[in-house]
């Protein structure tokens, strides 16, 4: 079955830098889009950047522009949320998410639903 596995989460004071990974088994990851979505306690799941599949073409969440950059390594299956100048406001669970719709415009892709696998989440908290 499908499996996605993210880590590299923790405690982070603010202007820090975090990186998380996504390990993805169970499907054709090469073939597979991949985004990630964080949510805040009280929050809903936002999204935060996604990746094409094998030309790796990139997307982020206003909030994250300039300071996020979202990677994938086809070879090994996973891909990757480098997290620079981390706010406060950062804090919350990253999830990883994988797609199997090859349709989907960069607008649907920044919708939580249309996504067909999650990992468990990692913890990401940003002190100031």
């Known amino acids: 079955q499908v499996q996605l596995v993210e880590s590299g989460g923790g405690l982070v004071q603010a202007g820090g830098s975090l990186r998380l990974s996504c390990l993805a088994s169970?499907?054709?990851?090469?073939?597979?889009?991949m985004g990630w979505f964080r949510q805040a306690p009280g929050k809903e799941r936002e999204f935060v950047a996604r990746?094409?599949?094998?030309?790796?073409?990139?997307y982020y969440g206003d909030s994250v522009k300039g300071r996020f950059t979202i990677s994938r390594d086809n070879a090994k299956n996973t891909v990757y949320l480098e997290m620079n100048s981390l706010k406060p406001e950062d804090t919350g669970v990253y999830y990883c998410g994988a797609t199997s719709q090859s349709l989907l415009n960069i607008k649907e892709m920044t919708y939580e639903k249309n996504y067909d696998y999650w990992g468990q989440g990692t913890q990401v908290t940003v002190s100031s």
């Open positions: 990746i094409s599949s094998r030309a790796g073409f990139t």
């Open positions: 169970g499907l054709t990851f090469i073939t597979t889009r």
